[in-house]
């Protein structure tokens, strides 16, 4: 595993483009995941020549307050991929939530100010693991390939095989996913976040009051 980290690389680069507004209207965001690069850093990428642009993926979201403490949002996650790889890729995710603020103190500049509270559904990668090896059990079974409680006539390719997981991993069943997070001080905010496969924790930090900048760490 080591030696093929190495020479395969291990990166993502992701970018996102926001326009539009919320309130009026819709916010409109365009994201990007790009998989790895062809940097030549110590003993990693040497057996492939790849750049950032060899394998990208383009997803596309929608959002809309319906007043000041609650907005709803929903979107596909890598919605187009561009790919030169035969054998790799991201899952197609929907989902839809919608998230309402809770404001806890009257001074919001005090401690404790607001929680927030998000509730929806996703597919995809959000769907709990042994939804998706059942659903990947199925795709290769479709395809011909021999797997777990079938055993086809003849063997399928690699290619065959490969390419009927990649698909079982996109959309599929809808789960329900959900995240909640304390305000405990402006500017900083403890989170907790249900994926529909993991429970993840962390926090965020808005360091300068005036700039939209924001660390978050999970």
């Known amino acids: 595993y080591v030696e093929q980290i190495e020479a395969f690389g291990e990166a993502e680069v992701n970018a996102a483009f926001s326009f539009g507004d919320a309130e009026r209207f819709l916010g409109i965001t365009i994201t990007g995941a790009f998989e790895e690069t062809s940097l030549p850093i110590g003993n990693r990428n040497t057996l492939e020549e790849k750049n950032i642009f060899s394998n990208y993926y383009i997803g596309a979201h929608l959002s809309r307050n319906l007043s000041p403490d609650t907005a709803i949002k ?50 995809g990668e959000f769907r ?13 079974r479709a395809a011909g390939c021999s797997t777990y409680g079938y055993l086809a006539d003849k ?32 500017g900083f905010n403890a989170i907790g976040e249900w994926s529909g496969r993991n429970l993840n924790l962390g926090f965020s930090v808005r360091p300068f009051e005036d700039i939209g900048l924001v660390f978050t760490s999970m």
């Open 74 to 123: 929903i979107g596909i996650d890598n919605w187009l991929d561009i790919r030169e790889c035969v054998d790799c890729g991201f899952a197609k995710s929907a989902y839809g939530v919608i998230s309402q603020r809770i404001r806890l103190n009257p001074d919001q500049e005090s401690w404790f100010p607001n929680a927030y509270l998000t509730a929806g559904v996703g597919n």
């Open 128 to 140: 709990p693991l042994d939804e998706q090896v059942r659903a990947s059990i199925a795709a290769q």
């Open 155 to 186: 063997p399928c390719s690699n290619n065959t095989l490969r390419r009927a997981v990649l698909d079982a991993a996109n959309y599929g069943q809808l789960t329900p996913i959900g995240a909640a997070a304390v305000e405990v001080y402006p």
